[in-house]
């Protein structure tokens, strides 16, 4: 069975306040990644908002345009692993990226050992 993306954490089904150029950022973001498809604009533009801090080390990523399956590593550690403090500084961008490689969301095999290295 895979695993379910649950918005809850990032802001459940509010949809925030964002400008029209931010709202087709996150529509398009939403689109490239179908398991967020029920996620409102507030849940994935947060969600985004914490992976461009934690993994990518900026404060809003606006340059990646194409699916991200780290990001999708991202959610799914935050969301199993809520209390793991990634720090901000873009330090497990290797271990994202390595965790993503495996999708473990498609069989929800769960997260034995994080970081992995």
């Known amino acids: 069975m895979?695993?379910?993306f649950d918005a809850e954490p990032f802001g459940g089904t509010a949809d925030g306040e964002?400008?029209?150029?931010w709202r087709a950022f996150i529509g398009g973001l939403r689109a490239r990644h179908p398991e967020l498809a029920a996620w409102?604009?507030?849940a994935v533009g947060s969600?985004?908002?914490d992976y461009s801090q934690d993994i990518l080390a900026v404060g809003w990523c606006d340059w990646i345009r194409e699916r991200d399956e780290a990001?999708?590593?991202?959610i799914y550690v935050r969301l199993l692993r809520p209390s793991f403090d990634f720090g901000g500084t873009g330090l497990f961008f290797d271990d994202v990226e390595e965790l993503a490689s495996t999708r473990p969301?498609?069989?929800?095999d769960g997260l034995a050992?994080?970081?992995l290295n």
């Open 40 to 42: 409102d604009n507030l």
């Open 113 to 115: 050992q994080w970081p």
């Open 105 to 108: 969301w498609l069989t929800d």
């Open 47 to 49: 969600a985004w908002g």
């Open 18 to 21: 964002w400008n029209d150029d």
């Open 2 to 4: 895979a695993f379910i």
């Open 71 to 74: 990001f999708l590593a991202y």
